[in-house]
């Protein structure tokens, strides 16, 4: 063998974990992974009726829920995608954002913040005037809250886990 290919075994191994660890997708934030507490299926009353249910995608970047309630005599069935925002060649948000899609073709974007055992979702943006702030009881059983929209709209809600 000549000088240049003679295996050098500690020096590739070296090399094969240090790409490795390049390549490792980063993991999903402290923050993000605080939601697992949603992950479930949850039974909905009070000015919304159904049921909706919160299931990790693979990799755990992002929650999943999927959403079957009736609210003022229509149904309302989609699904929402919760996280980090990570636009191709940018830095990963700090918020975590969702983009709502429903069966009738819309879709709403929110902010999720959890502090706690309260967890708030702005409609729109961080600091809008419609928002949901909802308390998680002890055991994670039970959040209520309410939806506040400006003008003083808005009921609470109450979701159950099943």
């Not at 020096?11 to 790409?19: F, G, Q, R």
């Not at 949603?38 to 000015?47: D, Q």
């Not at 191709?88 to 913040?113: C, L, M």
Request: no cysteine; proline share 6%.
């Amino acid at each position: 063998m000549t000088e240049n290919t003679r295996p050098q075994p500690a020096i590739t191994a070296d090399l094969d974990a240090e790409a490795a660890a390049q390549e490792a997708p980063p993991l999903p934030s402290a923050r993000l992974r605080a939601l697992d507490r949603l992950v479930g299926t949850w039974a909905v009353t009070g000015g919304a009726e159904g049921t909706v249910r919160y299931a990790w995608m693979d990799g755990g970047h992002f929650l999943i829920q999927h959403v079957d309630l009736e609210q003022f005599g229509q149904s309302i069935t989609g699904f929402e995608v919760i996280g980090h925002l990570h636009p191709f060649g940018e830095p990963v948000s700090e918020e975590i954002a969702s983009r709502f899609y429903d069966s009738q073709g819309n879709t709403f974007d929110y902010v999720y913040e959890l502090d706690g055992g309260t967890l708030t979702i702005w409609a729109g943006a961080q600091g809008s005037p419609a928002y949901f702030r909802g308390t998680f009881t002890d055991d994670d059983t039970v959040m209520t809250g309410d939806w506040v929209y400006p003008g003083g709209g808005g009921y609470t809600s109450t979701m159950t886990r099943r």
